[in-house]
């Protein structure tokens, strides 16, 4: 029998389903979408741990313990391709981070609302193009026979170059494009932060003689900061998952020393090998060090700035 505090929160609940169905049937296509595709196959996590036989399915295959760490902690690869994700996502982060917060900063003290829905528009445009479509975009400007970027080189007296099959370029090029496609669409949510900050905060300052850039760092950034540490949390539990497709076709035999990383690294030994147990260890190994590192950043945040997800 529920007595006291449960007991009444219990019958709230069951009086709220029945008045609130269509709020809870709107929920059903999500949590359905997300226990299909997100907690069902984890299923096939106990992958890792086992000698997958396909004859014998996941559950008949026999259990093999840590095997297939081992063989990946103790690989060839394992340096290389740990390093190559580390960077990518770190540099990712470093330059891919604060763009966004500076354009929604600049375009919120534009006062001519045509040119700033120009700016949004044009900045968010990159975002909706295919990774496919801006990876065949990136090859043809550095192609190196007909590429524009080889051609204004050439122009000015310079020698070109196939930029992509330089090991040196890679990580510039995949962090550049990144950061060109994606500042536009993450500076929605700052915008959309910096108009709540409180408009006679600023007429104060005014006030009190403060000009404008005084009045962003004193009243705008302060304002949205607990935004940035949220989103900054949140990208930290993806610094070990650096996109799949751009790296992979990004990639070939010339720049493969610093364009392999985790993702491509399980695709080869999961589809090209077949080395299905192998390829899910190294996908959870991928998501516990994920894990980690927002449990980590989360407690530092909470402690530090008392801005946390929870």
């Known amino acids: 029998m529920l007595t006291g505090k449960r007991g009444i929160r219990y019958f709230l609940h069951k009086r709220r389903v029945p008045q609130n169905w269509q709020m809870y049937a709107m ?31 996941i559950s008949g295959s026999p259990w093999a313990g840590l095997k297939y760490f081992n063989q990946f902690f103790g690989g060839p690869f394992f340096s290389r391709v740990v390093t190559n994700t580390v960077t990518l996502s770190f540099l990712s982060l470093l330059f891919g981070f604060p763009l966004p917060i500076l354009l929604a900063v600049m375009l919120n003290e534009v006062k001519n609302t045509t040119y700033k829905k120009f700016v949004q528009n044009v900045t968010y445009i990159p975002h909706f193009l295919s990774t496919v479509v801006l990876v065949g975009l990136i090859s043809s400007f550095v192609n190196n026979d007909y590429g524009i ?31 060109w496609q994606n500042a536009g669409w993450d500076s929605i949510i700052y915008i959309a932060a910096l108009s709540g900050v ?13 000009n404008r850039f005084q ?12 935004t940035i540490v949220i989103l900054l949390i949140l990208n930290s ?4 998952s650096v996109g799949f497709e751009k790296a992979f076709l990004m990639q070939n035999d010339l720049n493969l020393g610093v364009a392999d990383i985790i993702a491509t690294y399980s695709y080869r030994m999961g589809i090209e ?38």
């Open 27 to 57: 929920l059903l296509p999500v949590a359905t979408f997300y226990i299909v595709f997100h907690y069902w196959p984890m299923y096939g996590v106990q992958l890792a741990f086992k000698d997958f036989h396909v004859l014998k399915g």
């Open 149 to 179: 970027v080889n051609i204004l080189i050439r122009a000015l007296g310079g020698q070109g170059a196939n930029w992509l099959q330089r090991p040196d370029w890679f990580r510039p090029l995949y962090v550049g494009s990144s950061v």
């Open 198 to 210: 409180d408009p006679q905060l600023h007429e104060s300052a005014r006030l009190d003689g403060a």
């Open 215 to 226: 009045c962003i760092r004193h009243i705008n950034i302060p304002g949205i900061m607990p």
């Open 237 to 240: 539990g993806h610094i070990m």
């Open 273 to 310: 090998t077949a080395q299905f147990s192998l390829a899910t260890s190294i996908g959870l190994f991928n998501s516990a060090i994920n894990c980690s590192l927002l449990l980590l950043v989360n407690a530092v945040s909470r402690h530090v700035s008392e801005t946390s997800l929870w």
